[in-house]
Protein backbone atom coordinates (compact mmCIF):
# COMPACT_ATOMS: atom_id res chain seq x y z
CA UNK A 1 0.00 0.00 0.00
CA UNK A 2 1.33 3.38 -0.39
CA UNK A 3 1.06 6.84 1.63
CA UNK A 4 -1.85 7.96 -0.65
CA UNK A 5 -4.11 4.87 -0.51
CA UNK A 6 -3.70 3.82 3.11
CA UNK A 7 -7.56 4.84 3.84
CA UNK A 8 -8.53 1.58 1.54
CA UNK A 9 -11.55 -0.13 3.54
CA UNK A 10 -13.82 -0.21 1.09
CA UNK A 11 -17.62 1.19 2.55
CA UNK A 12 -20.78 -0.32 1.21
CA UNK A 13 -21.64 1.20 -2.55
CA UNK A 14 -17.93 1.79 -3.20
CA UNK A 15 -16.53 -1.83 -4.36
CA UNK A 16 -18.17 -1.30 -7.64
CA UNK A 17 -16.94 2.42 -8.33
CA UNK A 18 -13.88 2.37 -10.49
CA UNK A 19 -10.77 3.05 -8.70
CA UNK A 20 -8.49 6.18 -9.46
CA UNK A 21 -5.47 8.37 -8.57
CA UNK A 22 -3.63 11.24 -10.64
CA UNK A 23 -0.59 13.23 -9.57
CA UNK A 24 0.27 17.17 -10.72
CA UNK A 25 3.44 17.86 -12.00
CA UNK A 26 4.93 20.91 -13.76
CA UNK A 27 6.75 20.76 -17.27
CA UNK A 28 8.35 23.44 -18.94
CA UNK A 29 7.92 21.83 -22.38
CA UNK A 30 6.55 18.39 -24.75
CA UNK A 31 10.29 16.76 -24.18
CA UNK A 32 9.11 17.07 -20.46
CA UNK A 33 5.85 15.84 -20.64
CA UNK A 34 7.55 13.37 -23.29
CA UNK A 35 9.31 11.87 -20.45
CA UNK A 36 6.64 11.59 -18.15
CA UNK A 37 4.80 9.25 -20.98
CA UNK A 38 7.73 7.30 -21.56
CA UNK A 39 8.45 6.87 -17.91
CA UNK A 40 5.04 6.27 -16.44
CA UNK A 41 4.43 3.11 -19.67
CA UNK A 42 7.67 2.18 -18.66
CA UNK A 43 7.00 1.07 -14.87
CA UNK A 44 3.24 0.45 -15.78
CA UNK A 45 4.18 -2.51 -18.27
CA UNK A 46 6.71 -3.59 -15.26
CA UNK A 47 3.76 -3.71 -13.34
CA UNK A 48 2.59 -5.90 -15.88
CA UNK A 49 0.31 -3.67 -17.85
CA UNK A 50 -0.04 -3.85 -21.57
CA UNK A 51 -0.37 -0.49 -23.42
CA UNK A 52 -3.14 -0.78 -26.32
CA UNK A 53 -1.02 1.91 -28.21
CA UNK A 54 1.75 4.89 -27.59
CA UNK A 55 -0.21 8.39 -28.12
CA UNK A 56 0.84 10.29 -30.81
CA UNK A 57 0.67 13.72 -29.07
CA UNK A 58 2.30 14.40 -24.99
CA UNK A 59 -1.53 14.92 -23.67
CA UNK A 60 -3.48 12.57 -24.43
CA UNK A 61 -4.91 9.02 -22.92
CA UNK A 62 -4.03 5.56 -23.73
CA UNK A 63 -5.85 2.02 -22.69
CA UNK A 64 -4.12 -0.38 -20.37
CA UNK A 65 -5.07 -3.87 -20.70
CA UNK A 66 -4.19 -5.47 -16.81
CA UNK A 67 -2.40 -8.09 -16.08
CA UNK A 68 -5.47 -10.78 -14.55
CA UNK A 69 -7.68 -8.66 -16.97
CA UNK A 70 -9.67 -5.96 -17.10
CA UNK A 71 -8.26 -2.66 -18.24
CA UNK A 72 -7.64 1.36 -16.97
CA UNK A 73 -7.05 4.75 -18.76
CA UNK A 74 -3.85 6.77 -18.87
CA UNK A 75 -4.29 10.43 -19.49
CA UNK A 76 -2.16 13.22 -18.81
CA UNK A 77 -3.64 16.89 -19.36
CA UNK A 78 -3.69 20.07 -17.99
CA UNK A 79 -4.41 20.25 -14.21
CA UNK A 80 -7.25 22.39 -13.52
CA UNK A 81 -7.33 21.76 -9.74
CA UNK A 82 -6.12 25.00 -6.94
CA UNK A 83 -2.56 24.18 -6.56
CA UNK A 84 -2.67 24.47 -10.69
CA UNK A 85 -0.12 26.87 -12.30
CA UNK A 86 2.06 27.30 -15.25
CA UNK A 87 3.06 24.00 -16.62
CA UNK A 88 1.04 22.17 -14.49
CA UNK A 89 -0.04 18.98 -15.79
CA UNK A 90 -2.02 15.86 -14.17
CA UNK A 91 -1.16 12.54 -15.08
CA UNK A 92 -4.09 9.64 -14.19
CA UNK A 93 -5.02 6.15 -14.11
CA UNK A 94 -8.68 5.33 -14.04
CA UNK A 95 -8.95 1.58 -13.47
CA UNK A 96 -12.41 1.01 -15.73
CA UNK A 97 -12.48 -2.64 -14.82
CA UNK A 98 -10.79 -4.41 -12.60
CA UNK A 99 -10.88 -8.10 -14.16
CA UNK A 100 -9.66 -10.61 -11.55
CA UNK A 101 -6.69 -7.90 -9.96
CA UNK A 102 -6.82 -8.12 -6.17
CA UNK A 103 -7.05 -5.00 -4.53
CA UNK A 104 -3.42 -4.73 -3.67
CA UNK A 105 -2.19 -5.57 -7.45
CA UNK A 106 -4.54 -2.61 -8.21
CA UNK A 107 -3.27 -0.29 -5.64
CA UNK A 108 0.56 -0.99 -6.94
CA UNK A 109 -1.32 0.07 -10.58
CA UNK A 110 -2.35 3.33 -9.01
CA UNK A 111 0.71 3.63 -7.17
CA UNK A 112 3.16 4.26 -10.34
CA UNK A 113 2.06 7.77 -10.46
CA UNK A 114 3.09 8.83 -7.04
CA UNK A 115 7.38 7.19 -8.29
CA UNK A 116 7.31 9.87 -11.45
CA UNK A 117 10.28 11.48 -11.43
CA UNK A 118 10.57 14.95 -10.24
CA UNK A 119 10.71 16.82 -13.66
CA UNK A 120 13.60 19.56 -14.59
CA UNK A 121 11.69 22.43 -14.17
CA UNK A 122 10.37 21.02 -10.27
CA UNK A 123 14.17 20.47 -9.54
CA UNK A 124 15.23 23.65 -10.88
CA UNK A 125 12.87 25.56 -8.24
CA UNK A 126 14.07 23.89 -5.63
CA UNK A 127 17.78 24.19 -6.29
CA UNK A 128 16.81 27.92 -6.35
CA UNK A 129 15.67 27.58 -2.43
CA UNK A 130 18.54 26.41 -1.47
CA UNK A 131 21.55 28.80 -2.97
CA UNK A 132 23.63 28.02 -0.60
CA UNK A 133 23.53 24.45 -0.75
CA UNK A 134 23.38 24.52 -4.96
CA UNK A 135 26.80 27.18 -4.74
CA UNK A 136 28.88 25.03 -2.61
CA UNK A 137 31.03 23.23 -5.51
CA UNK A 138 32.63 26.78 -6.05
CA UNK A 139 34.12 27.30 -2.44
CA UNK A 140 34.66 22.79 -1.80
CA UNK A 141 36.05 22.40 -5.59
CA UNK A 142 34.38 19.88 -8.18
CA UNK A 143 36.31 17.22 -7.05
CA UNK A 144 35.65 17.30 -3.02
CA UNK A 145 33.38 13.68 -3.34
CA UNK A 146 35.76 12.50 -6.32
CA UNK A 147 37.12 10.32 -3.98
CA UNK A 148 34.67 8.63 -1.76
CA UNK A 149 31.43 6.38 -2.14
CA UNK A 150 28.73 8.50 -0.49
CA UNK A 151 26.06 7.02 1.59
CA UNK A 152 22.96 8.63 2.97
CA UNK A 153 20.52 8.35 5.01
CA UNK A 154 18.59 11.89 4.73
CA UNK A 155 14.93 12.82 4.78
CA UNK A 156 13.45 11.41 1.16
CA UNK A 157 12.45 15.47 0.87
CA UNK A 158 12.48 17.44 -2.14
CA UNK A 159 15.14 19.65 -0.54
CA UNK A 160 17.30 16.47 -0.49
CA UNK A 161 17.63 16.65 -4.44
CA UNK A 162 19.37 19.51 -3.94
CA UNK A 163 21.75 18.39 -1.68
CA UNK A 164 22.58 15.32 -3.90
CA UNK A 165 22.67 17.65 -6.72
CA UNK A 166 25.58 19.51 -4.69
CA UNK A 167 27.35 16.25 -3.99
CA UNK A 168 27.67 15.46 -7.81
CA UNK A 169 29.00 18.57 -8.72
CA UNK A 170 31.06 18.12 -5.80
CA UNK A 171 32.70 14.74 -7.32
CA UNK A 172 30.69 12.70 -6.07
CA UNK A 173 29.73 9.35 -8.55
CA UNK A 174 26.16 8.64 -8.89
CA UNK A 175 26.75 4.86 -9.23
CA UNK A 176 28.64 4.97 -5.73
CA UNK A 177 25.48 7.37 -3.87
CA UNK A 178 23.42 4.86 -1.96
CA UNK A 179 20.35 6.34 -0.13
CA UNK A 180 18.31 4.65 2.60
CA UNK A 181 14.56 5.45 2.39
CA UNK A 182 13.32 5.64 5.93
CA UNK A 183 9.77 5.50 4.89
CA UNK A 184 8.34 8.18 6.62
CA UNK A 185 5.38 9.33 4.46
CA UNK A 186 6.44 12.88 3.05
CA UNK A 187 4.60 14.52 0.81
CA UNK A 188 6.52 14.06 -2.20
CA UNK A 189 8.17 10.76 -1.00
CA UNK A 190 7.61 9.21 -4.31
CA UNK A 191 8.30 11.12 -6.59
CA UNK A 192 11.67 12.09 -4.63
CA UNK A 193 12.39 8.50 -4.54
CA UNK A 194 11.71 8.25 -8.29
CA UNK A 195 13.98 10.66 -9.18
CA UNK A 196 16.89 9.43 -6.84
CA UNK A 197 16.50 6.63 -8.91
CA UNK A 198 16.03 7.30 -12.04
CA UNK A 199 17.27 10.81 -12.51
CA UNK A 200 19.99 10.66 -10.28
CA UNK A 201 20.74 7.10 -10.64
CA UNK A 202 21.51 6.36 -6.64
CA UNK A 203 20.70 3.05 -5.18
CA UNK A 204 18.10 3.09 -2.78
CA UNK A 205 17.63 0.72 0.09
CA UNK A 206 14.32 -0.12 1.80
CA UNK A 207 14.94 0.65 5.61
CA UNK A 208 14.04 -3.26 6.70
CA UNK A 209 16.98 -3.81 4.10
CA UNK A 210 19.26 -1.66 5.44
CA UNK A 211 22.09 -3.92 6.93
CA UNK A 212 22.34 -5.33 3.54
CA UNK A 213 22.22 -2.31 1.72
CA UNK A 214 25.23 -1.06 3.87
CA UNK A 215 27.18 -4.27 3.38
CA UNK A 216 26.43 -3.83 -0.86
CA UNK A 217 27.31 -0.44 -0.86
CA UNK A 218 30.50 -1.24 0.88
CA UNK A 219 30.92 -4.05 -1.75
CA UNK A 220 30.40 -1.13 -4.28
CA UNK A 221 32.46 1.27 -2.92
CA UNK A 222 35.62 -1.30 -2.22
CA UNK A 223 35.41 -2.50 -6.11
CA UNK A 224 35.48 1.34 -7.22
CA UNK A 225 38.68 1.75 -4.66
CA UNK A 226 37.16 4.20 -2.46
CA UNK A 227 36.23 4.65 1.35
CA UNK A 228 32.54 5.57 1.81
CA UNK A 229 31.86 9.12 3.76
CA UNK A 230 28.31 8.75 5.08
CA UNK A 231 25.43 11.51 5.88
CA UNK A 232 23.17 10.18 8.50
CA UNK A 233 20.46 11.87 9.84
CA UNK A 234 19.51 8.92 12.95
CA UNK A 235 22.30 6.97 13.98
CA UNK A 236 21.49 4.41 11.04
CA UNK A 237 24.84 3.31 9.66
CA UNK A 238 27.65 3.55 12.01
CA UNK A 239 25.82 1.31 15.03
CA UNK A 240 24.92 -1.12 11.90
CA UNK A 241 28.27 -1.29 10.93
CA UNK A 242 29.86 -1.83 14.53
CA UNK A 243 27.19 -4.31 15.41
CA UNK A 244 27.18 -6.14 12.26
CA UNK A 245 30.12 -5.66 10.50
CA UNK A 246 32.65 -4.38 12.51
CA UNK A 247 35.77 -5.16 10.54
CA UNK A 248 34.63 -3.16 7.59
CA UNK A 249 34.30 0.22 9.51
CA UNK A 250 38.08 0.70 8.57
CA UNK A 251 36.05 1.24 5.34
CA UNK A 252 34.20 4.56 6.17
CA UNK A 253 36.47 7.67 5.89
CA UNK A 254 34.20 9.51 8.07
CA UNK A 255 29.91 10.50 9.28
CA UNK A 256 28.28 12.84 9.38
CA UNK A 257 25.53 13.43 11.92
CA UNK A 258 22.55 15.82 11.59
CA UNK A 259 20.43 14.81 14.70
CA UNK A 260 20.47 13.90 18.17
CA UNK A 261 18.99 10.51 17.54
CA UNK A 262 21.68 9.66 15.92
CA UNK A 263 24.21 11.12 18.33
CA UNK A 264 22.65 8.68 20.81
CA UNK A 265 22.64 5.99 19.15
CA UNK A 266 26.56 6.01 18.61
CA UNK A 267 27.29 6.97 22.39
CA UNK A 268 27.05 3.80 24.00
CA UNK A 269 30.08 2.38 21.40
CA UNK A 270 32.70 4.67 23.56
CA UNK A 271 35.51 4.87 21.41
CA UNK A 272 34.76 5.12 17.77
CA UNK A 273 37.11 4.04 15.51
CA UNK A 274 35.57 6.56 12.56
CA UNK A 275 35.52 10.61 12.65
CA UNK A 276 31.51 11.64 13.19
CA UNK A 277 31.10 15.21 12.52
CA UNK A 278 28.62 16.51 14.74
CA UNK A 279 26.51 18.85 13.09
CA UNK A 280 23.48 17.81 15.42
CA UNK A 281 25.42 19.22 17.91
CA UNK A 282 26.55 22.47 16.44
CA UNK A 283 25.84 26.05 17.63
CA UNK A 284 24.47 26.33 13.66
CA UNK A 285 22.10 23.83 13.87
CA UNK A 286 20.54 24.75 16.93
CA UNK A 287 20.14 28.21 15.84
CA UNK A 288 19.03 27.87 12.57
CA UNK A 289 17.04 24.63 12.37
CA UNK A 290 15.32 24.18 16.16
CA UNK A 291 12.86 27.00 15.30
CA UNK A 292 11.82 25.92 12.12
CA UNK A 293 11.03 21.97 13.40
CA UNK A 294 9.08 23.64 15.95
CA UNK A 295 6.95 25.99 13.94
CA UNK A 296 6.38 22.85 11.54
CA UNK A 297 6.18 20.57 14.29
CA UNK A 298 3.06 22.66 15.79
CA UNK A 299 1.32 23.72 12.61
CA UNK A 300 1.03 20.37 11.72
CA UNK A 301 -0.88 19.27 14.72
CA UNK A 302 -3.10 22.25 13.90
CA UNK A 303 -4.00 21.88 10.60
CA UNK A 304 -4.49 17.73 11.12
CA UNK A 305 -6.44 18.80 13.58
CA UNK A 306 -8.25 22.58 12.00
CA UNK A 307 -11.74 22.62 14.16
CA UNK A 308 -9.70 21.94 17.75
CA UNK A 309 -10.08 25.20 20.26
CA UNK A 310 -6.38 25.45 21.32
CA UNK A 311 -6.27 28.83 23.39
CA UNK A 312 -6.00 28.89 27.05
CA UNK A 313 -6.22 24.91 27.29
CA UNK A 314 -3.56 22.91 28.97
CA UNK A 315 -0.73 21.58 26.78
CA UNK A 316 2.54 19.52 27.73
CA UNK A 317 5.86 19.73 26.16
CA UNK A 318 8.51 16.27 27.41
CA UNK A 319 12.29 17.39 26.85
CA UNK A 320 12.96 21.05 26.66
CA UNK A 321 16.57 20.77 24.69
CA UNK A 322 16.78 22.40 21.64
CA UNK A 323 13.31 21.43 20.01
CA UNK A 324 11.27 21.38 23.35
CA UNK A 325 12.13 24.99 24.34
CA UNK A 326 11.13 26.74 20.51
CA UNK A 327 8.26 24.47 20.57
CA UNK A 328 6.96 25.24 24.26
CA UNK A 329 7.18 29.02 23.40
CA UNK A 330 5.24 28.61 19.91
CA UNK A 331 2.22 26.24 21.98
CA UNK A 332 2.22 29.28 24.63
CA UNK A 333 2.91 32.42 22.39
CA UNK A 334 0.95 31.66 19.03
CA UNK A 335 -1.31 28.92 20.11
CA UNK A 336 -1.90 30.80 23.91
CA UNK A 337 -2.08 27.66 25.38
CA UNK A 338 -0.86 26.63 28.96
CA UNK A 339 2.00 25.18 28.92
CA UNK A 340 3.91 23.01 31.56
CA UNK A 341 6.81 21.28 31.08
CA UNK A 342 8.45 17.75 31.50
CA UNK A 343 12.32 17.22 31.70
CA UNK A 344 14.09 14.09 33.58
CA UNK A 345 17.22 16.99 34.20
CA UNK A 346 16.40 19.22 36.90
CA UNK A 347 18.81 22.01 36.12
CA UNK A 348 16.75 22.00 32.29
CA UNK A 349 13.29 22.27 34.60
CA UNK A 350 14.97 24.94 36.46
CA UNK A 351 15.05 27.00 32.64
CA UNK A 352 12.07 25.88 32.01
CA UNK A 353 10.60 27.69 35.25
CA UNK A 354 12.79 30.91 34.34
CA UNK A 355 11.05 30.82 31.14
CA UNK A 356 7.90 30.74 32.93
CA UNK A 357 6.80 27.73 32.10
CA UNK A 358 4.63 25.49 34.96
CA UNK A 359 7.05 22.57 35.73
CA UNK A 360 7.19 19.58 38.15
CA UNK A 361 9.50 17.19 38.85
CA UNK A 362 7.00 14.27 38.39
CA UNK A 363 5.62 13.20 34.56
CA UNK A 364 2.96 11.22 36.63
CA UNK A 365 1.80 13.60 38.69
CA UNK A 366 1.84 16.55 35.83
CA UNK A 367 0.09 14.69 33.73
CA UNK A 368 -2.88 14.41 36.93
CA UNK A 369 -2.60 18.03 37.50
CA UNK A 370 -2.47 19.70 34.62
CA UNK A 371 -4.16 17.52 32.32
CA UNK A 372 -3.20 18.10 29.19
CA UNK A 373 -4.99 18.50 26.70
CA UNK A 374 -1.95 18.55 23.75
CA UNK A 375 1.53 16.89 24.94
CA UNK A 376 4.43 17.35 22.28
CA UNK A 377 7.10 14.90 22.56
CA UNK A 378 10.45 15.89 22.36
CA UNK A 379 12.68 13.77 24.66
CA UNK A 380 14.20 11.76 22.21
CA UNK A 381 12.97 7.80 23.64
CA UNK A 382 10.54 6.19 25.67
CA UNK A 383 9.34 9.89 27.39
CA UNK A 384 5.53 8.26 28.28
CA UNK A 385 5.35 4.60 28.56
CA UNK A 386 2.01 2.80 29.28
CA UNK A 387 2.45 3.29 32.82
CA UNK A 388 2.14 7.12 32.32
CA UNK A 389 -0.82 6.73 29.87
CA UNK A 390 -2.96 4.85 32.90
CA UNK A 391 -2.12 8.97 34.69
CA UNK A 392 -4.11 10.88 32.06
CA UNK A 393 -7.45 11.82 33.82
CA UNK A 394 -8.65 13.70 30.61
CA UNK A 395 -8.32 12.39 26.71
CA UNK A 396 -5.61 14.13 24.53
CA UNK A 397 -3.65 14.34 21.67
CA UNK A 398 0.16 13.24 21.55
CA UNK A 399 2.74 14.24 18.83
CA UNK A 400 6.18 13.92 18.41
CA UNK A 401 8.88 15.00 17.05
CA UNK A 402 11.61 12.79 17.42
CA UNK A 403 13.12 10.74 15.10
CA UNK A 404 11.20 7.29 13.96
CA UNK A 405 8.53 6.34 16.64
CA UNK A 406 10.72 6.53 19.38
CA UNK A 407 9.02 8.93 21.80
CA UNK A 408 5.93 6.77 22.99
CA UNK A 409 6.37 3.24 23.58
CA UNK A 410 3.06 2.67 21.73
CA UNK A 411 3.09 -1.45 22.27
CA UNK A 412 3.14 -0.48 25.88
CA UNK A 413 -0.24 1.90 25.86
CA UNK A 414 -2.17 -1.22 23.06
CA UNK A 415 -1.79 -3.45 25.90
CA UNK A 416 -3.63 -1.55 28.19
CA UNK A 417 -6.21 -0.41 25.80
CA UNK A 418 -9.40 -1.74 25.22
CA UNK A 419 -9.46 -0.74 21.58
CA UNK A 420 -6.62 1.19 19.26
CA UNK A 421 -8.50 2.61 16.05
CA UNK A 422 -6.91 3.89 12.93
CA UNK A 423 -7.83 7.01 11.82
CA UNK A 424 -6.19 7.45 8.68
CA UNK A 425 -4.00 10.05 8.07
CA UNK A 426 -5.01 11.69 11.82
CA UNK A 427 -3.28 8.67 13.01
CA UNK A 428 -4.70 6.32 15.87
CA UNK A 429 -6.77 6.90 18.86
CA UNK A 430 -6.09 4.64 22.21
CA UNK A 431 -9.35 3.61 23.42
CA UNK A 432 -8.40 3.54 27.61
CA UNK A 433 -10.26 2.14 30.52
CA UNK A 434 -12.26 4.71 32.00
CA UNK A 435 -13.46 6.57 28.66
CA UNK A 436 -9.98 8.10 27.91
CA UNK A 437 -8.97 8.31 24.60
CA UNK A 438 -5.27 8.89 23.69
CA UNK A 439 -5.29 9.90 19.97
CA UNK A 440 -1.50 9.82 18.64
CA UNK A 441 -1.36 11.90 15.62
CA UNK A 442 0.72 10.76 12.94
CA UNK A 443 1.21 6.95 14.55
CA UNK A 444 4.05 8.64 16.55
CA UNK A 445 6.22 9.20 13.87
CA UNK A 446 7.67 12.90 13.84
CA UNK A 447 4.55 15.04 12.71
CA UNK A 448 6.64 17.47 11.02
CA UNK A 449 6.91 14.98 7.93
CA UNK A 450 3.65 13.56 8.09
CA UNK A 451 1.97 13.68 4.45
CA UNK A 452 4.39 17.18 4.51
CA UNK A 453 7.95 18.37 3.95
CA UNK A 454 9.11 20.34 7.48
CA UNK A 455 11.61 23.15 7.14
CA UNK A 456 11.22 25.67 4.45
CA UNK A 457 14.20 25.30 1.34
CA UNK A 458 16.06 28.52 2.38
CA UNK A 459 16.26 27.75 6.10
CA UNK A 460 17.47 23.91 5.88
CA UNK A 461 19.85 24.92 3.10
CA UNK A 462 22.34 26.21 5.51
CA UNK A 463 22.11 22.75 7.62
CA UNK A 464 22.57 20.80 4.35
CA UNK A 465 25.81 23.34 3.26
CA UNK A 466 26.89 22.70 7.24
CA UNK A 467 26.39 18.45 6.35
CA UNK A 468 28.54 18.93 2.76
CA UNK A 469 30.80 21.25 4.11
CA UNK A 470 31.32 18.52 7.13
CA UNK A 471 31.52 15.66 4.47
CA UNK A 472 34.34 17.74 2.56
CA UNK A 473 36.40 17.77 5.78
CA UNK A 474 36.38 14.23 6.99
CA UNK A 475 37.16 13.49 3.05
CA UNK A 476 40.22 15.26 2.86
CA UNK A 477 43.47 13.58 4.14
CA UNK A 478 44.12 15.68 7.42
CA UNK A 479 40.27 15.39 7.73
CA UNK A 480 40.97 19.28 8.86
CA UNK A 481 41.95 18.48 11.90
CA UNK A 482 38.97 16.59 13.20
CA UNK A 483 39.91 13.58 15.42
CA UNK A 484 38.37 10.12 15.46
CA UNK A 485 34.54 10.26 16.86
CA UNK A 486 33.51 13.62 17.80
CA UNK A 487 34.90 16.97 17.77
CA UNK A 488 32.42 19.15 18.31
CA UNK A 489 34.94 22.45 19.09
CA UNK A 490 36.69 21.44 15.30
CA UNK A 491 32.90 21.31 14.18
CA UNK A 492 31.75 24.95 15.32
CA UNK A 493 35.50 26.19 14.02
CA UNK A 494 34.60 24.73 10.86
CA UNK A 495 31.23 25.87 9.96
CA UNK A 496 32.26 29.39 11.50
CA UNK A 497 35.15 30.03 8.91
CA UNK A 498 32.77 28.61 6.26
CA UNK A 499 32.33 30.85 3.01
CA UNK A 500 28.75 29.43 3.24
CA UNK A 501 28.56 31.74 6.44
CA UNK A 502 28.57 34.63 4.71
CA UNK A 503 26.75 33.80 1.28
CA UNK A 504 24.02 32.78 3.65
CA UNK A 505 24.35 36.47 5.01
CA UNK A 506 24.93 37.93 1.98
CA UNK A 507 21.61 36.59 1.16
CA UNK A 508 19.48 37.33 3.36
CA UNK A 509 20.96 39.34 5.99
CA UNK A 510 19.81 43.20 4.46
CA UNK A 511 17.59 44.42 2.44
CA UNK A 512 19.61 44.71 -0.77
CA UNK A 513 19.18 45.05 -4.58
CA UNK A 514 20.20 41.29 -4.63
CA UNK A 515 16.66 40.10 -2.96
CA UNK A 516 15.19 37.02 -4.81
CA UNK A 517 11.69 36.56 -4.39
CA UNK A 518 10.52 32.85 -4.68
CA UNK A 519 8.29 33.27 -7.06
CA UNK A 520 8.00 31.19 -11.06
CA UNK A 521 10.41 32.75 -13.81
CA UNK A 522 8.02 35.31 -15.07
CA UNK A 523 8.82 34.07 -18.56
CA UNK A 524 6.97 30.61 -18.26
CA UNK A 525 3.77 32.72 -16.98
CA UNK A 526 0.86 34.05 -18.92
CA UNK A 527 0.06 38.00 -18.79
CA UNK A 528 -2.22 38.70 -16.18
CA UNK A 529 -5.16 39.43 -17.89
CA UNK A 530 -8.56 38.97 -15.35
CA UNK A 531 -10.57 42.50 -14.95
CA UNK A 532 -11.01 43.47 -11.35
CA UNK A 533 -14.07 41.97 -9.70
CA UNK A 534 -16.93 43.93 -9.45
CA UNK A 535 -20.86 43.91 -8.56
CA UNK A 536 -23.66 43.83 -10.96
CA UNK A 537 -23.57 44.45 -14.90
N1 LIG B 1 11.42 16.14 13.70
C1 LIG B 1 12.52 16.74 13.27
O1 LIG B 1 12.56 17.33 12.20
C2 LIG B 1 13.72 16.75 14.15
C3 LIG B 1 14.73 17.71 13.98
C4 LIG B 1 15.80 17.72 14.87
C5 LIG B 1 15.86 16.76 15.87
N2 LIG B 1 14.89 15.81 15.98
C6 LIG B 1 14.88 14.80 17.03
O2 LIG B 1 14.13 15.32 18.13
C7 LIG B 1 14.63 14.78 19.36
C8 LIG B 1 15.01 15.92 20.31
O3 LIG B 1 16.06 16.67 19.71
P1 LIG B 1 16.73 17.90 20.48
O4 LIG B 1 17.74 18.45 19.54
O5 LIG B 1 15.68 18.80 21.03
O6 LIG B 1 17.47 17.12 21.66
P2 LIG B 1 18.08 17.76 23.01
O7 LIG B 1 19.14 16.84 23.48
O8 LIG B 1 18.44 19.20 22.80
O9 LIG B 1 16.83 17.72 24.03
C9 LIG B 1 16.31 16.54 24.58
C10 LIG B 1 15.79 16.87 25.97
O10 LIG B 1 15.02 15.76 26.43
C11 LIG B 1 15.37 15.49 27.78
N3 LIG B 1 15.04 14.09 28.03
C12 LIG B 1 15.72 12.99 27.63
N4 LIG B 1 15.05 11.87 27.99
C13 LIG B 1 13.93 12.28 28.63
C14 LIG B 1 12.83 11.59 29.21
N5 LIG B 1 12.73 10.27 29.18
N6 LIG B 1 11.86 12.34 29.76
C15 LIG B 1 11.93 13.69 29.77
N7 LIG B 1 12.94 14.39 29.22
C16 LIG B 1 13.93 13.69 28.65
C17 LIG B 1 16.83 15.82 27.87
O11 LIG B 1 17.20 16.10 29.22
C18 LIG B 1 16.93 17.07 26.98
O12 LIG B 1 16.71 18.26 27.71
C19 LIG B 1 15.79 13.89 18.92
O13 LIG B 1 15.29 12.58 18.73
C20 LIG B 1 16.22 14.45 17.60
O14 LIG B 1 16.89 13.50 16.82
C21 LIG B 1 13.82 15.80 15.15
Known amino acids: MTQTMRQEVPRAGTRTLPAAHQVVFRAADDGARADAWRYLLCELGRAGCVAAAVPESPAGAVTLGLPAGGAAVLAIGKAVCDSAGPGCLTASVTISDPGRNTSDGLSAILAVLDSLPLTGWELAR?????????????????????????????????????????????????GLITVIDKGYPYRMRGRVDGWLRHGLGASVVPYPGRVAGIRAHLDRAAAGGVRTLVFDDGGYVLPAVLDHMPDRASEIAGVVEQTMSGIWKIEPYGQLPVPVFSVAESDLKAAVEAPYVAAAATSAVADLLRDEMWAGRPALVLGYGRLGRQAARLLRDVYRMRVAVYDQQPATLVTAQVDGFAVSGSLTGT????????????????????EHAGAFTSSAYLASMTSRDYEFPLSEWAERAIRVVDYGPLGHGYLMPGGIELCVLGDGLPVNFHHRESVPGRVIDLVFAALLLGGATLARPDRGGHGLGRDLACVNRTLAASPAMTSFLDRYGDDGPHRRLLTPPAGDCPDHTRLPWKYGP
Do not use: K
Open 367 to 386: LRTHQPLLVLGSAGRGSLTG
Open 126 to 174: IGEQMPVTAGLAGYLGSSAFADVAVLCAIHHMRDFTAMAAALTACGARP
